[in-house]
């Protein structure tokens, strides 16, 4: 085996509190993990902008919007993700293959065959984080907040791709309830980061 970092993924609906929570993460594995790496999907390359205006503009097909993700993640992998779990890096990541079967899922596309696309070339997460809350808070969430262009969906497709995700079966999926408060929320996070961290700096 090579020597490996650790790479964490968040997902969750719009609004779920993913961004929040990794903020806090972040900064709590820094004091912990020699190099800490956040990103996020879809990326800030050429696809990955590409992914983002169509949600403003117009969406684009299923097929071709399944196709640009998978560019997207292609490049992320291997530009940053990869290069930095080589490194030993923790790396944290907004959003991985799980959002892309769930969204894609609940367009019609099937989550499983999403799933094994990805399975093929992206590196296993060691642990995913799956904040789980009723779109209808999350919604009203953003819409409090004063945004709403950061929702890539509407309510209903919503509720989709949130039994999607909670339908996903990973060995490393940890289910959070995200309607709880923010500090509620990453100690259960932190929790289960700190468990799998435990579990490595013991064979270090
Ligand atoms: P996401 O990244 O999943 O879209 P954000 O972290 O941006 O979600 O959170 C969406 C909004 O909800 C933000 O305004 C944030 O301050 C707020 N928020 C985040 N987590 C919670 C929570 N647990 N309870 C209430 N509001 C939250
Ligand atoms: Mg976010």
């Given amino acids: 085996m090579e020597t490996r970092g650790l790479l964490v993924v968040v997902e969750g609906v719009d609004g779920a509190g993913k961004s929040t929570v990794l903020k806090r993460l972040a900064a709590h594995c820094s004091q912990n993990w020699p190099e800490v790496v956040t990103s996020r999907e879809p990326t800030t390359g050429p696809h990955g902008r590409r992914i983002r205006e169509s949600a403003v503009s117009g969406r684009l097909p299923l097929e071709e919007e399944l196709d640009l993700f998978l560019r997207d993640r292609r490049e992320h992998v291997d530009t940053l993700i990869a290069p930095a779990l080589s490194r030993g890096a923790l790396v944290l990541l907004d959003r991985y293959y799980f959002s892309t079967a769930a969204y894609q899922g609940a367009r019609g596309a099937d989550p499983r065959s999403i799933l094994a696309a990805n399975e093929a070339f992206a590196p296993a997460p060691d642990l995913v984080l799956l904040l789980d809350c009723p779109p209808a808070v999350t919604l009203e969430r953003i819409r409090s907040r004063g945004g709403g262009a ?53 064979w270090r």
Wanted: aromatic letters at 6%; glycine letters at 4%; hydrophobic letters at 45%.
């Fill in 150 to 202: 950061d929702a890539f969906e509407g309510l209903e497709a919503l509720e989709a791709v949130r039994s999607i995700f909670l339908s996903l079966e990973h060995p490393s999926i940890r289910l959070v309830d995200a309607t709880q408060s923010p500090e509620v929320v990453s100690e259960e996070c932190t929790a289960f980061l700190e468990a799998l961290l435990q579990g490595r700096l013991s």
